[in-house]
């Protein structure tokens, strides 16, 4: 991790936790998280849509110093979209960040680079930061698919999208075959793909935009591996499922650096 990025550790809550277990645990990692930890690194929580409100009111009305996040949205800000939930709708409930593209939605919703593509300029029009995911298949990366995957998410993902913007934005490389299988890239091998992201970045924007974006790994990130994977030199970050949702681990994910 580079001096100049804040690291970023993100909660995706997936389809956990109703509104009452969440009040509970922002307020529980509330009183786990020391100022020092605030100051190191920020730290957002991506809850189910009908948990935001309360996450909103408990975060403003107790000035707990974490990011409201969304786990997905809708581009369109209204319209015949049953069951969506619009971009628009999420900024009005002080959302800062939106998980986009995540290989779930992806993988078992069919949602198509283009699509994501829409999300990310939806999110940037109503003054949000997304968290673009890419990562490949366990079949893929055995082919030798796995650069040629990244390159072609993240070229799509941000089509049209200005240099200036992408600098601001976060891009999660989550390896599929990580994710919720306890099994986590090594060091070397994440470091290496968030490398090849940041490269990906650099050819499709420009070298300053590859300089800021944070860039998270995702995928059984846990209390034991953080800290190694927050060592490497282009991981910025982690975007942690099944960990955050026990507020001791999350917290302890969050204070890597102590360990
Ligand atoms: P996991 O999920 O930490 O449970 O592997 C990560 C993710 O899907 O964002």
Not at 196 to 221: C, M, N
Request: proline residues 3%; glycine residues 8%; negative net charge.
């Amino acid at each position: 991790m580079a001096d100049d990025r804040k690291p970023l550790i993100s909660g995706n809550w997936k389809m956990h936790q109703n509104h009452f277990e969440a009040i509970q645990a922002v307020q529980k990692l509330s009183y786990l998280l020391t100022k020092e930890d605030i100051a190191a690194v920020d730290v957002s929580i991506h809850a189910p849509f009908t948990d935001i409100r309360s996450v909103q009111t408990t975060i403003e009305s107790d000035k707990i110093p974490i990011t409201i996040g969304a786990q997905d949205c809708h581009p369109e800000v209204k319209g015949a979209f049953t069951g969506e939930v619009s971009v628009s709708m999420l900024a009005k409930l002080n959302v800062g960040l939106v998980i986009v593209g995540h290989s779930e939605r992806r993988e078992l919703f069919g949602e198509t680079d283009e699509f994501v593509n829409a999300k990310v300029k939806a999110v940037f029009a109503h003054e949000m930061l997304p968290i673009l995911c890419c990562g490949e298949t366990l079949a893929e990366r055995e082919a030798g698919e796995a650069e040629s995957k990244i390159s072609g998410q993240i070229t799509a993902g941000l089509a049209k999208i200005p240099a200036e913007q992408v600098a601001r934005m976060v891009i999660a490389y989550e390896p599929i075959w990580a994710i919720g299988t306890g099994v986590t890239a090594s060091a070397e091998d994440a470091q290496a793909m968030c490398a090849h992201v940041r490269q990906v970045v650099a050819e499709a924007k420009d070298a300053d935009a590859a300089a800021s974006v944070r860039i998270q790994y995702g995928g059984s990130v846990k209390p034991a591996n953080a800290a190694e994977l927050m060592g490497q030199a282009d991981i910025d970050g982690a975007l942690v499922g099944g960990a955050s949702l026990e507020p001791d681990d999350f917290a302890k994910i969050v204070q890597y650096r102590l360990n």
